[in-house]
């Protein structure tokens, strides 16, 4: 926001990147998501927030206003990350990898992720964080099927997303709709499935 | 409940099948179904419900509870109704007509399934109810494959769930959790793909 002269001795600007309002930021969505994780969307208020994170309530109702920015913030943070899709040398490993990562974090305890899905119901800038997230993972995962075409495992032409959403729709839907109890066996299931599908021509147009 | 004597003249009883009790259900359960299509669950109260159905709140109250024992009833009473599957003659068209059938349900107006699937993140027993409905649905599906795998179209021993749960899971994965645009071609699409991958053995042990 602001920019800095080297040889100056004042303080760090708020804004400056790792500065007070970073660090501000970092503990306060710290605190959502542990807020989130123990007690769901119904115990997040943003007196709550502030007050695990040990800011003034009304730093936390200027920044963010309300608990929607929040979740929004919370979602939009977990996407600056430099995450980046496995890479095991085939499109069966590469999509099998994924879905066990998935599958790991709509499982974890504390169940946060699961709470930050559930809060999309609730919350509009919560659910178009959370698609905005999910939009730029699967986007992000495109290089998995790049490598397969480059590899001959796919035909060019392959549609990127819907072979992704293919092989991680029935993770999602058997625990986040389904509520099945966890097969071990799902994310390589899954993975071969719409790797069988993909690799005799499912996901190429005509 | 009770039986009846049929030589008897008096009124008939109140838990008597399409009557009185039924009758009440009937009307409550259909306020329900429209107060949660036009306002969602926030606008869902017993007295709300009592009010838009015509009876008082003390029968809304003994016989369902609360708010999450009204959802759960009418997610029951979906689930008590002589549906079955589409019935094509080709595993890729039963797939496809039960995809549409669940397109169509996810995006009507008012969004009553979807506003159901909200409500099951917010109540257990929807949640439970939820569960219930759908596993019978899936359950009453069993017959398609077992149509295609007389028919030859499958391997014998295919496993049933697992090919459904893959072939709708992009549907539900799109429209709930993704909230993309509706895709005309994506049930068709699913089902093609589940059908490719079945027919290859992708659903069969070993």
Redesign the interface.
Known sequence: MTTTDPSSTTPPPDRRPGGRTARTRAKVLDAVIAQLGEHGFDGLTTDTVAARAGVHRTTVYRRWGDVGGLLADVLDAAGDDDWIPPDTGSLEGDLCGLNEEIQTALTAQPPVMMAL??S???SEPA?DAQ?RL??DRYTRCGIIIDRAVKRGELPPGTNAR?LL??A???V???L????TPVDPELPS??A???A??AS?G??TEG
Do not use: D, G, K
């Open positions: 899905i559930a999309s119901f609730r659910a698609q999910w939009e819907q959403v293919t991680t729709a029935p999602y839907h058997q986040v709709l389904l509520r299931r899954a071969r499935t719409a069988l599908a005799a499912a996901f």
